[in-house]
T-cell receptor, first 113, second 111 residues
Framework: NAGVMQNPRHLVRRRGQEARLRCSPM?????VYWYRQLPEEGLKFMVY????????ESGMPKERFSAEFPKEGPSILRIQQVVRGDSAAYFC???????????FGPGTRLLVL | EDQVTQSPEALRLQEGESSSLNCSYT??????LFWYRQDPGKGPEFLFT???AGEEKEKERLKATLTKKESFLHITAPKPEDSATYLC????????????FGGGTRLMVKP
């Protein structure tokens, strides 16, 4: 049973470019969460999605960041016009329902030059 | 606002030297407290979920306990492969499903 999959594992972007991070949840899981881990800081919640719905985006920066979880395909976290401060590890987690244990993927490490 | 504080920030142990990691929390309506292990360059790996004060769970050399204000992760006779960052997180029962994480404890076990 494959775990949570994220790609790419490493992503390098120049300031002003767009970054697209993908997350495929574990088989049978329909709830997806995105967290960000800034250098020397703890994991911070960004957004919680179910298929075709954003349930809670209280942790998302107001501008440049968006997330989706379409009916078919992986969840996407999109960062437009990246800045150096966006450099971080972005983790996706999934759970079978909203109140069960969240299992994490390996993360995408974004570096903005 | 939910708060999770882990101590110590870093802990060095000799192989076989037992110790405990602390996670203090302030949350309105705790639904669950979670322990994860994170190795460098990897994602958090689930260890335990605790739901109510007095609950205990064990897995190999690890034992997690929960009170109304804090949780402990006891490590008995650790081995070098136990070296990792241990993360504690809380989930509220009445406001979404997000996890609020502490800063973690970096454990280093020397042979």
């Amino acid at each position: 049973n494959a775990g949570v999959m994220q790609n790419p594992r490493h992503l390098v972007r120049r300031r002003g470019q767009e970054a697209r991070l993908r997350c495929s949840p574990m088989k049978g899981h329909s709830h997806v969460y995105w967290y960000r881990q800034l250098p020397e800081e703890g994991l911070k919640f960004m957004v919680y999605l179910q298929k075709e719905n954003i349930i809670d985006e209280s942790g998302m920066p107001k501008e440049r960041f968006s997330a989706e979880f379409p009916k078919e395909g992986p969840s996407i976290l999109r960062i437009q016009q990246v800045v150096r401060g966006d450099s971080a590890a972005y983790f996706c987690a999934s759970s079978p329902s909203g109140l069960e244990t969240q299992y994490f993927g390996p993360g995408t490490r974004l570096l903005v030059l | 606002e939910d708060q999770v504080t882990q101590s110590p920030e870093a802990l060095r142990l000799q192989e076989g030297e037992s110790s405990s990691l602390n996670c203090s929390y302030t949350v309105s309506g705790l639904r669950g407290l979670f322990w994860y292990r994170q190795d460098p360059g990897k994602g958090p790996e689930f260890l335990f979920t605790l739901y109510s004060a007095g609950e205990e769970k064990e897995k190999e050399r690890l034992k997690a306990t929960l009170t109304k204000k804090e949780s402990f992760l006891h490590i008995t006779a650790p081995k070098p492969e136990d070296s990792a960052t241990y993360l504690c997180a809380v989930q509220r029962g009445n406001a979404g499903n997000m996890l609020t994480f502490g800063g973690g404890t970096r454990l280093m076990v020397k042979p």
